[in-house]
């Protein structure tokens, strides 16, 4: 095996160097990408084929600059096929690909015991905020189809979260009653970028059919103030990137309120949310909030039968990266016992990002039951692996 | 002096029952209002007489149902006239605007000691919002003037907080330069709802204005959802009031963000903002995560010269109300540790709103440095007192 330089990293402060040996990880946020619209053509209708060959995929973009592309980790080497999976470059370009996964295996699935890895798409999370439904619908299944034989099939660890429109409800339950059953589907995913919060009755056939088949949804930031989206605050569009990525916290609280405001949980017990790439700890106020404010206000939603950071604890999971960086341990052992992560933090990697958390940097050393849960158990039960 | 009911709380974690009689609070929201819109006719132009005459203030509403005026917390007594200060109504009816003074004299302010106590109004919350940037304006005006004639001109612990609407900036520097001397005034306050997160350049000169005279900008909740303000979450409009309520600290986050990330308290190193009613352990995780990402990102905002969370410790205050309950002590104090209490949280109490907070049920009891700085001595640096 190459160098697992993924294992290497300049700061560590929990690192150990050596992954545990006695425990396969469960990463809950791995990127595949079909950035490059011809890769999709063989799945799609002809009529889709024609227009996406026309103008393209149609994703809406927000206009805002992320990183540059052609810098990266300086702690990452390129691979041995010179693609730097530090960055977001490589997997746009489609010739790439085959290299794009070996990185991947090499970096981070081998060296670090990877068992399971949740693929989360990312090439169709403006699906929903597009204006066409029956098109966004097409885009997703092709992508599912694309993911299921380009990904699933070369690795039994990778997990797939298939990708849906919200754009038209029925058209995603078709698509999870069309995959929903295949062995490696174990999630639903959809963009936090929305027009409705997800707890809106609009959506609730997603959430049923989900909820029906075990299958947990995944929320990652997507097309947020793109398309019809909206604005990705509640106050208006920001002007920097760094603002958009503050958003993600305030977008999570949006639909995590959302969800237990409207029921959701009630009506559809098995339902499980994960909210990836949304920072940790906007659930503790949330949770400390939402409870007081419940007291006075339950009247107003009957549905709502517990408290809501009891609802928050079961059904919500929220992804590890990127792991908020407190000033020291103790405020961040304290933060993880007040958001409960024995039961709510799940590992992420968002590989091959730019940003990207190995699990030796994630964390400081977390005591055996903790790293267990999180690293493991948490998303165990959350698949139903 | 009548019974003072505000000194007798049902429920008290950190309850004396008796004011500190060597320190005098200040509070930092107290309502006036003046939602019968007769009390500002004399104020007004003739034009928008005619108009408000003819069809209100015409300030939005957002259609969320708040709380049954005619319930209120039955820890709170009548007052001596029979008004009931926990409850909204009685403000409505411009006949008991004494009685509403009184009621807030006998069971606030007097018994607790209370030596500053900022009005913060709420009648105009909205005027940013509404269509016509003029009578926007004018209706702040006329509410400023009734506030300096009936409230501030009665007690000598009031001081103000001017009304400006937003809509047009160039109006709203007049109105801080008509007011900004009077010795009462003391801060400028816009609504939370907003069309662009309040550090976008289009808003520089009321900074400036505020800059030059040591006016803090007070942020309430206002208008979130109305009118032009657009959707009060980054993804879309909720249901229910208590997902409004859970809104306010996202969009406290967004707004303070953008006046870092802009560079505003770089441009006015005097500025001061103040979010009241936001509630308060967003500002701990928003830290925490705009530092890590500056840290990679600060290419594309040059201007932001220092951390983050320097910026927001220097220049952003929170007010207490509504204060978030932990789970325990240890969680508590260390929150407030966390965000950095003894600089940037104030006392607020929110009165006479129905679950606004005396001084004596808000915390447990706080080691005296600290309660010094939260209920005096940060606001007196904040109003410049």
Redesign the interface.
Same mark, same amino acid.
């Given at each position: 095996m190459a160098v697992a330089f993924g294992a290497q990293p300049v700061t560590a402060p929990g690192w150990t160097g050596r992954p545990k040996t006695d425990l396969a990880l469960i990463d809950c946020d791995i990127h595949q990408s079909a950035k490059n619209p011809e890769v999709l053509l063989p799945y799609l209708p002809r009529v889709y084929q024609e227009q996406v060959k026309d103008q393209g995929l149609r994703m809406p973009g927000s206009g805002y600059?992320n &990183?540059p592309k052609r810098a990266a980790r300086t702690d990452l080497p390129t691979t041995p096929a010179g693609v730097n999976p530090g960055c977001d470059a490589d997997h746009h370009d489609f010739t790439k690909l085959g290299d794009n996964y070996e990185a991947l295996r090499e970096a981070h699935l081998d060296p670090w015991n990877v068992g399971k890895a949740l693929l989360t798409g990312n090439t169709t999370y403006g699906a929903s905020v597009i204006p066409d439904p029956d098109f966004a619908a097409a885009l997703c299944r092709a992508f599912n189809d694309w993911t299921l034989e380009h990904w699933a099939a070369r690795d039994d660890r990778f997990i797939v979260g298939l990708s849906v429109s919200a754009s038209d409800p029925q058209r995603a339950v078709e698509e999870i009653e069309r995959l929903g059953e295949h062995p490696q589907v174990k999630a639903v995913v959809l963009g936090? !970028?929305?027009?409705?919060?997800? !707890?809106?009755r609009y959506y609730h056939p997603i959430w049923r059919a989900c909820a029906e088949r075990g299958l947990p949804l995944v929320v990652h930031p997507g097309a #947020? !103030?793109s398309g019809m989206? @909206?604005?990705?605050? @509640? &106050?208006?569009?920001?002007?920097?990137?760094? #603002?958009t990525?503050?958003?993600r916290?305030?977008?999570a609280?949006?639909?995590a &309120?959302?969800f237990i405001?409207?029921g959701v949980f009630e009506k559809y017990p098995t339902l499980k949310v994960l909210f990836d790439e949304c920072? %940790?700890?906007?659930a503790? !106020?949330?949770m400390?909030?939402?409870?007081? *404010?419940?007291k006075?206000?339950r009247e %107003?939603?009957p549905w709502v039968k517990r408290l809501p950071s009891e609802y928050f604890v079961d059904h919500i999971r929220v992804g590890s990266q990127?792991m908020? #960086?407190?000033?020291n341990d #103790? %405020?961040f052992f304290?933060m993880l *016992?007040?958001m409960h992560a024995e039961k709510t933090l799940v590992y992420s990697s968002d590989w091959p990002h730019?940003?990207w958390d190995d699990p030796a940097t994630t964390f400081p050393k977390l005591p055996e039951r903790l790293h267990k849960r999180v690293f493991a158990e948490n998303a165990r039960e959350l698949f139903g692996l």
């Open positions: 600059f &990183v936090t !970028g929305a027009r409705l919060p997800y !707890g809106n #947020e !103030g989206a @909206g604005a990705p605050t @509640g &106050v208006g569009y920001p002007t920097y990137y760094i #603002e990525r503050m958003a916290p305030q977008m609280m949006a639909h &309120v959302s405001a409207e920072d %940790q700890f906007w503790v !106020g949330l400390w909030h939402m409870d007081a *404010d419940w006075s206000l %107003q939603t990127p908020l #960086e407190p000033e #103790e %405020q304290m *016992d007040a730019w940003d």
